[in-house]
């Protein structure tokens, strides 16, 4: 298999900093977005823990396959699978424990999103709001699901349309690292095809643009690149009320 990738982030038109990271670790294959939540540089932190420790992670572990993990495999996984779980959970302790050995970084947290291809595969896990799509043959199908109280709602069908849309707490979210110790971390695999193209997101660009806009944008000439430049400029043209952080990751065969 074959791996390009692309990305950038944004501060947007309404913050004076930018909580958001992202992560591009092409020699593993690994493509991770961070949302960080806190405050006074606290959200900052966390999503920089967060993409840090995954890469130290899948680092190590692309060295040395014997390497002791600091949590126990999930035996109805494969090893890649396991591998991006447990990078996940490693970065939540890592976050916990710091917010609890420093005051100032109580109630710090970030989501995460994070994709990671082998062999003929490509793995996702995450947790919180921020998104993980596949856009194939012109039709963008987000494969994440969110994590947030708006989404429960809509699930357990308590909501009309016109409540959806009027709710006022879409930001409040129910599964983020640094919540607590014991994070639930959903993971999925599916097998990609030659030019399948993942988009990767916070939601400063998926609170602000619908699904059928960015898949225009992304049905747009030119290269991956330019793509990921429109739609950090879509989503601040529309408002920019959130940081913005874009990456695509496009998959072919060997």
């Known amino acids: 298999m074959r791996v390009e990738a692309a990305g950038s982030t944004h501060v947007g038109m309404k913050r004076t900093g930018n909580e958001d990271s992202l992560l591009i670790l092409?020699?593993?294959?690994?493509?991770?977005?961070?949302?960080g939540m806190g405050g006074h540089a606290s959200g900052?932190?966390?999503?920089?823990?967060?993409?840090?420790?995954?890469?130290?992670?899948?680092?190590?572990?692309?060295?040395?396959?014997?390497?002791?993990?600091?949590?126990?495999?999930?035996?109805?996984r494969g090893y890649e699978e396991n591998r991006l779980l447990v990078g996940i959970r490693q970065a939540?302790?890592?976050?916990?424990?710091?917010?609890?050995?420093?005051?100032?970084?109580?109630?710090?947290?970030?989501?995460?999103?994070s994709l990671h291809f082998f062999d003929d595969r490509a793995c996702i896990g995450w947790a919180g709001d921020s998104r993980v799509y596949r856009f194939r043959g012109g039709d963008l199908v987000q494969l994440s699901?969110?994590?947030?109280l708006l989404n429960d709602l809509i699930r357990a069908k308590k909501l009309s349309p016109e409540e959806i849309e009027a709710f006022p707490h879409k930001n409040v979210i129910v599964r983020a690292l640094g919540i607590?110790?014991?994070l639930q971390v959903d993971i999925l695999q599916e097998r990609p095809?030659?030019?399948?193209?993942?988009?990767?997101?916070?939601?400063?660009?998926?609170?602000?643009?619908?699904?059928e806009r960015i898949a225009a944008l992304l049905r747009e000439e030119g290269e991956d690149e330019e793509k990921v430049a429109r739609?950090?400029?879509?989503?601040?043209?529309?408002?920019?009320i959130d940081n913005v952080?874009?990456?695509?990751?496009r998959w072919f065969a060997a």
């Open 245 to 249: 952080t874009v990456v695509l990751a």
């Open 26 to 35: 092409d020699e593993e294959h690994l493509y991770v977005v961070a949302d």
């Open 193 to 211: 095809q030659d030019g399948d193209l993942y988009l990767l997101c916070s939601d400063g660009l998926s609170g602000m643009l619908s699904d």
């Open 145 to 148: 699901e969110d994590h947030s």
């Open 44 to 76: 900052e932190v966390a999503s920089g823990m967060a993409v840090a420790e995954l890469e130290a992670f899948f680092r190590l572990t692309g060295d040395d396959r014997e390497l002791t993990w600091p949590f126990k495999m999930d035996a109805d």
């Open 231 to 240: 739609l950090i400029d879509a989503a601040n043209e529309a408002g920019g």
């Open 92 to 113: 939540n302790a890592r976050i916990c424990d710091q917010a609890r050995r420093e005051s100032r970084y109580k109630g710090m947290g970030t989501t995460i999103a």
């Open 180 to 182: 607590q110790d014991n």
